[in-house]
């Protein structure tokens, strides 16, 4: 029973771990082959990729906020949020496979966007997708990790069993 519990927090760390990684890389790429706001077309204009520095959280919200309440609400408050998830993903053994999977996606995403608040004091975002009407608005990797996970919470939720965590 130890050694199955053992596997499966080095499972569900291993995933966090993958997604900050891919993150980090990434953004690490872009910083330096990327030009500041340069526009390069990879898939005709349907999908952009540019380096943009966003000093808030999504779509520039709080880039304006005063430094302390930056810091409170998107360095502390998501450092906690995020830790406490990971302690309760870790230490909850009844939880199903696609929900740890759901939840590290969230977790490594998270912090991944929270490693370049500390570090740099700024997200870097570099992709852009853009299908006729649907025109999102520039994002990374974390971002990607974390819509993913939301996503399949939301979808386990709804076809699922009852999720508690």
Known sequence: MKGKLLAYRFYILALVLLNIGCDQISKKVVRKNVLSREYIELIDDHFILTNVENTGAMLGFGASFSPIIKVILLQVLPLLVLLILLYRVLTKKTIGNWLVVAFAFVIGGGIG?????????SVTDFFQIRLGVLKTGIFNMADVAVTFGVIL????SVFG?????
């Open 113 to 121: 966007n929270l490693i370049d608040r500390i570090a740099y004091g």
């Open 153 to 156: 919470i939301l979808f386990l």
């Open 161 to 165: 069993k009852k999720i508690s965590i």
